[in-house]
């Protein structure tokens, strides 16, 4: 049997959602089988296969025999955080963990909407396809953020990854996902704003940038807000500030477009806590994952951006 019948044949059970949940237990000789079982023709199988497809299902064949090779790039290399995070965008495209088995260590972890599950239980076996990602990298925690949206999944997705500092490797994975249901959620409207906002997401000129610490003190006092009565001075405000919230935008275009519409004015509230950062200092970014307690213990997700020590964006 050729080659490429073998892929397109992989394609076809890929593509049908009643094998679908099966094949991801299946080991290749049980595949082959099953493909040789099915009695696919090849006419039927070029038919609905497309290129894409193929390379897809080429680079998940050629996974298992690239895994033995180690990373042996210096760790917290950009392009070691970079690979991981599109292995990742590639898996939640594919919906399955076949893509990303060649960047992950033995023993990690995932964590969706802040509780500890197997992946194999996640919306990261849901193939979405993926109209809209963004990663932020921070070079000294080994991590990544990256935002998905997935407007027919529909999916807004924020991850962020952890490395191994020393081998590269990825043990954490740390998903937050809405979707239906969700606050003020309407994946079509957050792509919409998110397609006009994210052209400005270019990295910042040096003599734009903020400390590390300086970024995080601003999505930390902005968080604090809920249960501490003084944060609200510590927000470096900035204008013009646009705020997307769920699928609700508070930029009108305007010059004077600001963040601190609508934020909490009750600072006796349960605090936002279990806080996890990524920080991007070129971007002059910071991705929060929190617990929202207040909203019964929400899994949250906050990112904020300075330009010139200003909070100028904040999205959640
Ligand atoms: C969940 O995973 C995190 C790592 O992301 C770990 O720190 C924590 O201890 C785990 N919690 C449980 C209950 O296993
Ligand atoms: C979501 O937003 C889109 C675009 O703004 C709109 O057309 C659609 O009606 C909204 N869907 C819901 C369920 O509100
Ligand atoms: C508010 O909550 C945060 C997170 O738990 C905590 O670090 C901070 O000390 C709290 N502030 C006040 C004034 O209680
Ligand atoms: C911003 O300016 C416009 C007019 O240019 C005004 O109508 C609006 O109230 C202003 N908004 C704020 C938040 O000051």
């Known amino acids: ?84 995070a599109d292995a990742y965008v590639a898996a939640q495209t594919a919906g399955s963990l076949i893509l990303l088995q060649p960047v992950l260590a033995t023993s990690w972890v995932y964590v969706e909407n802040n509780k500890n599950i197997s992946a194999a239980a996640g919306v990261l076996m849901t193939a979405l396809d993926i109209d809209h990602r963004r990663t932020n990298y921070d070079l000294v925690t080994c991590a990544t953020y990256t935002e998905i949206i997935a407007a027919s999944g529909p999916y807004v997705i924020g991850t962020q990854i952890r490395h191994d500092a020393a081998e590269g490797t990825v043990i954490s994975i740390d998903t937050i996902a809405s979707t239906t249901g969700s606050w003020l959620f309407n994946a079509t409207k957050t792509l919409e704003y998110v397609k006009k906002e994210d052209p400005g997401w270019i990295p910042l000129p040096v003599s734009a940038q903020s400390t590390r610490e300086a970024i995080q003190a601003a999505g930390d006092a902005y968080l604090d807000m809920w249960n501490d009565s003084h944060a609200h001075e510590k927000v470096p405000w900035g204008t013009p500030c646009v705020r997307l919230e769920g699928s609700a935008y508070t930029g009108k275009g305007q010059p004077n477009d600001t963040c601190q519409a609508g934020i909490p004015s009750n600072h006796n509230q349960a605090p936002n806590t279990h806080r996890r950062y990524v920080i991007d200092q070129e971007m002059g970014s910071v991705s929060i994952f929190c617990v929202w307690e207040h909203m019964m213990n929400a899994a949250d997700s906050h990112e904020f951006r300075l330009e010139n020590g200003k909070l100028r964006s904040k999205r959640e």
């Open 1 to 84: 049997m050729r080659f490429d019948v073998v892929l397109t044949g992989l394609y076809v059970i890929r593509s049908n959602l009643s094998i679908c949940a099966r094949l991801r237990m299946w080991s290749p000789a049980e595949l082959l089988i099953t493909i040789l079982i099915k009695g696919l023709t090849q006419a039927d199988l070029t038919k609905i296969m497309t290129p894409s497809s193929m390379m897809i299902l080429f680079l998940g064949l050629l996974v298992p025999y690239t895994k033995a090779v180690p990373l042996n790039q210096a760790a917290c290399d950009r392009n070691v955080l970079s690979q991981a």
